[in-house]
């Protein structure tokens, strides 16, 4: 099963038993980028429990191996809580995207939030691998730059955005280079 399915199908279940989760970070980032970047995990924020958890990824045939940590013996995903509340920084949010896929509908972030997820550990932690993800997903979804630029003026990073900003006018005149 690909990220987007297993996604759907854990996201699905969760939602039948009660529990709101948002699929986020590098999962995020493998589906709206096609997997030019693939994660190994899949990252649901949630506020519920672990006991909630422990019993509705057991239904599904998830073991839990650590404190946040699930996995299947025929699923080539693990799937992690963190804690929430869904943020990206310093930002609050609570309005997210649904994806159809096989196995159910998953709630995640948009792509404009996984963008500002993904650049939040650029700034955050100069994860460069971060800011390729997040051009990866810029360049294929329509994305609200005046909103990321001024959360990453929030932030206190208008200068990271603008590096931001320029690796995607780079690879955009890379590719018209080609052409």
Known sequence: MSAAEVASLVSDHLE?????????????VSIYSDNEYES??????TSADMCRLDEAMRELGFQRRSDR?????????????????????????RVFAELSAAGGVVRMLTPTQCVKDRLAAFYHWNDRQCLDQAVMVARRHKVDFADIESWSRDEQHAERYAEFRAQLK???RSARGRS
């Open 16 to 28: 039948r038993q009660g529990i709101s989760a948002v699929l986020s970070g590098g999962a995020a």
């Open 40 to 45: 190994g995990d899949l990252d649901f924020v």
């Open 69 to 93: 940590h699930f996995e299947h013996v025929e699923c080539d995903f693990f799937v992690e809580f963190p804690p929430g509340p869904v943020m990206v920084g310093n930002e609050h949010l």
């Open 170 to 172: 780079r690879l955009a």
